[in-house]
């Protein structure tokens, strides 16, 4: 799919949009004293390993009141979501150099995901890391 020249010139409109969207909201939050709101999206191996507990953690440490939603994101739409607004912060793939914007992608766990089994269970054939 690719965008038309007219829809070329509209996003960047489009983006600010949805930008002052997102700020006249928050301006709104905190008017009505409702509690700062956390947008993660993730992949779905972190959505459903990692974001619960750190989530937890966060809110545990901050000692503000947060109000958290998560989504889960193919690894291609992540910066998208980011860059337009529609999510807070994001967990998955690192995104490399980003050199236009406030974008900054960090790499987070300097570790892989392990799978622990016991010694009698079924495994798939092959090395672990084709599983």
Do not use: K
Request: proline fraction near 9%; charged fraction near 20%; hydrophobic fraction near 45%.
């Amino acid at each position: 799919m690719r965008l038309t020249p007219a829809g070329a010139r509209l996003l960047p409109v489009a983006s600010r949009m949805v930008a002052l969207s997102a700020d006249a909201e928050v301006a709104v939050r905190a008017a009505r004293g409702a509690p700062d709101e956390l947008r993660v999206v993730a992949t779905s191996t972190l959505a459903e390993f990692v974001l619960p507990s750190l989530v937890e953690a966060f809110a545990g440490r901050s000692g503000r009141r947060t109000e958290t939603s998560f989504g889960v994101a193919a690894s291609n739409e992540i910066r998208v979501l980011v860059e337009n607004r529609l999510a807070d912060v994001a967990l998955g793939p690192y995104l490399g150099a980003v050199s236009q914007g406030e974008l900054v992608s960090e790499p987070l766990f300097r570790t892989q995901l392990v799978v622990v089994t016991g010694a009698r269970s079924p495994r798939p054939p092959g090395p672990p890391p084709q599983w």
